[in-house]
């Protein structure tokens, strides 16, 4: 199946500094969205892109739709000891919400 | 508005066993999906319903895993009988467009 690219794998940062993260994939999508899993429980949605090019910001959060249709990219701002957890992209290459395909996730460490 | 609930939110069995995880979306989403999440395999998505049909069962493992969902407000996923390598973490999601909703998970243990 497809396959979506996202890195870093993992982040140690400390309190204060920005984040960026991204995900890349040889095909097209047609929505991105962005989740973030704490310990112990599921998946939780920051973040949902609709169009290509579109910027969208949820607090210190933004993310992008990327141009090519191929690739987004979140960019955390100040970072904060509770920005720790997993961060997933998605992406959906129909419009139904059928079947989503996952990134592997990135691991945010941030140290106060 | 109350999200995806999932029970059991752990369970222990021993292998064998029976087992039956429930998921009950959120009132007025027309799709429910089960995934899969390891260490090793990441998010693996099992089964999702469309308007309570089953759509694509093309992720589950073996003919011991079966999925129904008789309701729109009620899904199960039962594993019959268990393995241990069954032991993961279960996710029940639910959507109404393109945004997928994801419940607290069931951790599933097989001894």
């Known amino acids: 199946g497809q396959q979506l690219n996202q890195s870093p794998q993992s982040m140690f940062i400390q309190e204060g500094e920005d984040v960026s993260m991204n995900c890349t994939s040889s095909?097209?999508?047609?929505?991105w969205l962005w989740y973030k899993q704490d310990p112990g429980e599921g998946p939780v949605l920051l973040i949902a892109?609709?169009?290509?090019?579109e910027l969208t910001s949820n607090g210190r959060l933004t993310a992008q739709f990327g141009i090519t249709r191929k690739d987004s990219f979140l960019n955390i701002s100040a970072s904060i000891p509770s920005d720790v957890g997993i961060y997933f992209c998605?992406?959906?290459?129909?419009?139904?919400?059928?079947?989503?395909?996952f990134g592997e996730g990135t691991q945010l460490t941030v140290n106060p | 508005d109350a999200g995806v609930i999932q029970s059991p939110r752990h369970e222990v069995t021993e292998m064998g066993q029976e087992v039956t995880l429930r998921c009950k979306p959120i009132?007025?989403?027309?799709?429910l999906f089960w995934y899969r999440q390891t260490m090793m395999r990441g998010l693996e998505l099992l089964i999702y319903?469309?308007?309570?049909?089953?759509?694509?069962d093309s992720g589950m493992p073996e003919d011991r895993f079966s999925a129904k969902m008789p309701n729109a407000s009620f899904s199960t996923l039962k594993i019959q009988p268990s393995e241990p390598r069954d032991s993961a973490v279960y996710f029940c999601?639910?959507?109404?467009?393109?945004?997928?909703?994801f419940g607290p998970g069931t951790r599933l243990l097989v001894l």
């Open positions: 009132s007025g989403h027309n799709s």
């Open positions: 892109l609709y169009k290509a090019g």
């Open positions: 319903f469309n308007n309570n049909v089953p759509i694509d």
């Open positions: 998605a992406g959906d290459q129909e419009t139904s919400g059928s079947r989503l395909t």
């Open positions: 095909s097209i999508f047609n929505t």
């Open positions: 999601a639910s959507s109404y467009r393109e945004t997928q909703y």
